[in-house]
């Protein structure tokens, strides 16, 4: 888990078009059966990102803007969130 952790914090160096090749080929190895470096996850956020941020689900898909800042939020908050049980969001600081 450290290692993890560890990965995830040196990835805020790299550029996205590092990420994203990097990101791309764990996806096509996994596709094409091989061994990937980690398994990919692919979370789709839809109308969570509603029920997160507070808004209609109408107004999720008529405000592009609105859903690309609760995307990101929500990234942001799994990125700090460590893995592990469940339990109550972190309070904000």
């Known amino acids: ?45 839809s109308y969570m990102l509603a029920e997160i941020g507070g808004v209609t689900k109408q107004e999720l898909h008529e405000n592009p803007e609105k859903a690309q800042q609760l995307l990101e939020k929500a990234a942001l908050y799994m990125m700090a969130t460590p893995p592990g049980p469940p339990g109550p969001p972190p309070k904000p600081q």
């Open 1 to 45: 888990m450290r290692n993890r952790i560890r990965e995830s914090t040196s990835n805020i160096q790299k550029t996205p078009a590092q990420l994203y090749a990097e990101r791309s080929k764990c996806i096509q190895d996994a596709i094409q059966l091989k061994q990937p470096d980690h398994i990919p996850i692919m979370l789709p956020m």
